[in-house]
């Protein structure tokens, strides 16, 4: 029987999904009997090319009645180039129903994205029989634009300034940023970018009166697969008129899970500081903003121990960027942390 060939997509996440067809009621019913042979379920692949270092891509399959199959073998075939040897980890003597197996392969940074074929063999007691698939292999990460805003930075005295960083990036699986000064080296750590509607990386933090003045650098970070891209963007910060308040300086960290199922609950947590010690019992303002929207919503307060922790649990709804901001005080300067993203499945 001749197999239509299956569709492995490979976004730019690493998530993939296993398609068939025009998604006709009448092709479904024959594409369901073509997989019933060798393969059931859905599959997933990883697949992407890298910026210098070779990686490896991945197809993870749903191997049917693996009792008496000896072998699982493939090549798959970059576009206009030879065949690479796909490596499945099948264990003989498989009693099961099914047996989930993955195969790797190498990807160098000079491969060509885009759609790859391969070529499955299951070698069975009663023959063998081959399935063909089409591994969907992403191009590199890049960076094609990035800005601060405003530009240059305006202090004021006795204010915090917004300032706001977008970055345009390609394929990539997170993007963080930093603002950085050229002569004093302090920064702003931006922590993941949320990726918005339009396409576009965002962030956002708050400059205080005593921010150092004169050059600083924007430097963004695109993330993927243990590799990471870098570029870099300047800007200016003008000192406030008539200098800055006599505050101390607090800070905010964050941490969170970075995957969990819908319906649990997890924790959003850190330490608050003022000064270089622990800002004990503060009481900081926690803000989520969903994946894909631009506004951070107030979830609720939590209160700093008297080590300077701080925890509050959610429950897991939807994808989305935590962050949390300690607020002024008359003797105390405001700080917001890093975003954080939390990612439902």
Same mark, same amino acid.
């Given at each position: 029987?001749?197999?239509?060939?299956?569709?492995?997509?490979? *976004?730019?996440?690493?998530?993939? /999904? !296993?398609?068939?067809?025009?998604?006709?009621?009448?092709?479904?019913?024959?594409?369901?009997?073509?997989?019933?042979?060798?393969?059931?379920?859905?599959? =997933?692949?990883?697949?992407?090319? @890298?910026?210098?270092?070779?990686?490896? &891509?991945?197809?993870?399959?749903? !191997?049917?009645?693996?009792?008496?199959?000896?072998? $699982?073998?493939?090549?798959?075939? @970059?576009? &206009?180039?030879?065949?690479?040897?796909?490596?499945?980890?099948?264990?003989? #003597?498989?009693? =099961? *129903?099914?047996?989930?197996?993955? #195969?790797?392969?190498?990807?160098?940074?000079? +491969?060509?994205?885009?759609?790859?074929?391969?070529?499955? /063999?299951?070698?069975?007691?009663? %023959?063998?029989?081959?399935?063909?698939?089409?591994?969907?292999?992403?191009?590199?990460?890049?960076?094609?634009?990035?800005?601060?805003?405003?530009?240059?930075?305006?202090?004021?005295?006795?204010?915090?300034?917004?300032?706001?960083?977008?970055?345009?990036?390609?394929?990539?699986?997170?993007?963080?940023?930093?603002?950085?000064?050229?002569?004093?080296?302090?920064?702003?750590?931006? &922590? +993941?970018?949320?990726?918005?509607?339009?396409g576009y990386y965002r962030? $956002?933090?708050?400059?205080?009166? +005593?921010? @150092?003045?004169?050059?600083?650098?924007?430097? $963004?970070?695109?993330?993927?697969? %243990?590799?990471?891209?870098?570029?870099?963007?300047?800007?200016?910060?003008?000192?406030?008129?008539? &200098? =800055?308040?006599?505050?101390?300086?607090?800070?905010?960290?964050?941490?969170?899970?970075?995957?969990?199922?819908? %319906?649990?609950?997890?924790?959003?947590?850190?330490?608050?500081?003022?000064?270089?010690? *622990?800002?004990?019992?503060?009481?900081?303002?926690?803000?989520?903003?969903?994946?894909?929207?631009?506004?951070?919503?107030?979830?609720?307060?939590?209160?700093?121990?008297?080590?300077?922790?701080?925890?509050?649990?959610?429950?897991?709804?939807?994808? %989305?960027?935590?962050?949390?901001?300690?607020?002024?005080? =008359?003797k105390t300067r405001s700080?917001?942390?890093?975003?954080?993203? $939390?990612?439902?499945?």
């Amino acid at each position: 029987m001749k197999r239509s060939a299956r569709l492995l997509l490979a *976004a730019a996440t690493g998530a993939a /999904v !296993l398609l068939g067809g025009t998604g006709t009621a009448a092709h479904a019913a024959r594409y369901a009997h073509v997989m019933a042979d060798d393969f059931t379920g859905s599959g =997933s692949a990883n697949a992407f090319v @890298p910026l210098q270092s070779d990686v490896e &891509g991945t197809v993870t399959l749903t !191997l049917r009645n693996p009792s008496n199959v000896s072998s $699982v073998t493939a090549t798959i075939e @970059p576009p &206009g180039q030879a065949a690479k040897t796909v490596t499945f980890n099948f264990r003989t #003597g498989d009693t =099961s *129903a099914e047996q989930t197996i993955t #195969g790797r392969w190498p990807i160098t940074k000079d +491969d060509p994205a885009g759609d790859w074929k391969m070529n499955v /063999v299951v070698t069975r007691d009663t %023959g063998a029989s081959t399935t063909p698939f089409v591994v969907k292999v992403s191009g590199k990460q890049g960076i094609s634009g990035a800005k601060v805003t405003p530009d240059p930075v305006k202090l004021v005295k006795g204010k915090d300034v917004k300032v706001s960083v977008e970055a345009s990036v390609k394929d990539a699986t997170t993007v963080s940023a930093k603002l950085v000064s050229d002569t004093s080296r302090e920064y702003y750590d931006l &922590g +993941d970018l949320a990726k918005e509607s339009d396409g576009y990386y965002r962030g $956002v933090t708050y400059f205080a009166d +005593d921010t @150092p003045a004169g050059d600083w650098t924007l430097e $963004v970070y695109a993330h993927k697969g %243990g590799q990471t891209l870098k570029a870099e963007a300047a800007f200016t910060v003008e000192a406030a008129a008539g &200098g =800055s308040t006599k505050k101390a300086k607090s800070r905010v960290t964050i941490a969170a899970v970075n995957k969990v199922r819908k %319906g649990k609950t997890f924790k959003v947590y850190g330490k608050v500081y003022r000064g270089s010690k *622990a800002y004990a019992g503060k009481k900081v303002e926690v803000y989520f903003k969903a994946k894909g929207t631009k506004s951070y919503q107030f979830m609720g307060f939590a209160k700093a121990t008297s080590s300077g922790k701080y925890t509050k649990s959610f429950k897991a709804r939807k994808d %989305g960027y935590f962050q949390v901001k300690v607020p002024g005080t =008359s003797k105390t300067r405001s700080a917001l942390s890093p975003q954080e993203f $939390v990612d439902v499945r």
